[in-house]
């Protein structure tokens, strides 16, 4: 009866400590997309990304047009 005395204070503080991890990862938002991981293992990263464009010819053809007369 003695070990009472000690172990429900230590099973409190547990289930406290147990219940404020978890309040933290939903605050987190570890719960949020819960289909996004088993979504993305089925599409494919290997396609290469598109090549980058350079800025000098983005503004040769973004400019207005001059002038001709």
Do not use: C, H
């Amino acid at each position: 009866m003695e070990s009472l005395i000690y172990l429900i204070p230590i099973a409190l503080v547990l289930g406290l400590l147990a219940l404020s991890a978890f309040l933290w990862s939903l605050k987190s938002g570890q719960y949020d997309d819960m289909e996004g991981a088993a979504n993305r293992i089925l599409f494919d990263d290997d396609i290469p990304p598109p090549p980058k464009k350079d800025p000098a010819k983005k503004d040769a053809t973004t400019s207005e047009p001059k002038d001709q007369d």
